[in-house]
């Protein structure tokens, strides 16, 4: 992870070690979850990878096969970490994950109380962003899913930063050690509004609470509750579109699937300095593979007494 605090165990070390997990990255949309060790190889379409070659390089690297095909070796941060993660559930992406971590005003320090942890992805972004003195603890039911989680976050050295425990938050609420402690609280739970009352006495005066849900009737039921005791009740949609920007000849790019290609001409002069008959056009486009719907988010803030 990047921030670095190596009492607590998030250091980012430049330079990759025998044990540490590195995302190898292919392309954009293609990256995977490595363990380095000694012995280790990598094959990929690419060749064969020592990861005895990896070992002493920094993070970002390029690293070479045997027939001289490559891949970046890149450090597991949360933004690189929830596209690899091994999805146990449904999962927060990075639009949402940003939004939470800005609208909960979490900061380092901060004590960060989530429900269900799910595979983990949104803990990742709460537990940098609290570090190095805060903390995260985080419940989910499922108690192999919390095993797996557990797992995940030692494997990418954020373990001193994120407790896991097995609780069914819904029939029990947050437990009572946590009462008035917590900066935020993050919900994503199938019936939130049975967590919201739990939710309310573990925040400290003027805490935040967010709770994450794919259907507005859960949104409804959930702003309903809070009505009791939260103010400033807000719900967003976050969507997300993703631009492709290419450099070439419009007519190379004509347009199949109806989206609007924004261009402009790009002067280029030959080597004896007169311009080029066809200049190039710097185009960009939206790429159809934009995420749609996710899920509501919903905001407040409880509501100071007297
Ligand atoms: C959609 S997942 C959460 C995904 C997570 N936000 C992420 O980004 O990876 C919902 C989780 O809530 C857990 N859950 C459902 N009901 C629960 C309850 N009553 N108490 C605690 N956890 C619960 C489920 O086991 C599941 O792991």
Redesign the pocket.
């Known amino acids: 992870m990047l921030p670095a605090d190596s009492s607590k165990n998030i250091s980012f070390k430049r330079c990759i070690t025998d044990g540490d997990l590195v995302i190898v990255y292919e392309r954009h949309d293609v990256m995977k979850p490595v363990k380095v060790s000694e012995k280790g190889i990598l094959q990929n379409r690419f060749g064969v990878f020592k990861h005895s070659d990896w070992i002493g390089k920094p993070f970002g690297s390029k690293a070479f096969s045997s027939k001289g095909g490559f891949v970046y070796l890149l450090a597991p941060t949360p933004e690189l970490w ?1 596209l690899v ?1 091994s ?7 990075i639009a949402d ?1 940003s939004f939470v971590v800005m609208y909960l005003e979490i900061v380092p320090g901060c004590v960060v109380l ?10 990742t972004s709460l537990a940098r962003a609290v570090a190095p003195n805060g903390h995260v603890y985080t ?4 108690e192999q ?1 919390a095993v797996s ?1 557990r797992e995940d976050f030692e494997r990418i050295g954020l373990s001193s930063l994120v407790t896991v425990g ?7 609420g947050f437990p009572d050690e946590f009462l008035g402690k917590a900066d935020s609280v ?1 919900l ?4 939130p509004w ?2 919201i009352p739990s939710a309310a006495k573990m925040l400290q005066q003027d805490g935040v609470l967010c709770s ?1 849900s794919p259907c507005i009737e859960q949104v409804q039921r959930s702003c309903e509750t809070l009505k009791s005791s939260f103010t400033d009740i807000r719900t967003f949609e976050v969507l997300l579109h993703t631009y492709e920007v290419r450099e070439g000849h419009l007519a190379s790019w004509q347009d199949g699937d109806g989206g609007s290609v924004k261009s402009c001409k790009k002067r280029q002069r030959s080597t004896n300095g007169q311009e080029n008959s066809r200049p190039q056009t710097v185009m960009a486009r939206r790429t159809g593979e934009a995420r749609g719907h996710t899920g509501y988010l919903t905001f407040a803030r409880l509501s100071c007494i007297g």
């Open positions: 929830t993660l999805h146990r559930t449904q999962i927060l992406y994950i989530e429900s269900g942890t799910g595979s983990g992805s949104l803990t419940f989910d039911f499922h899913r989680a097995v609780r069914d938050i819904q029939g029990e993050f994503d739970l199938p019936q049975l967590a994450f």
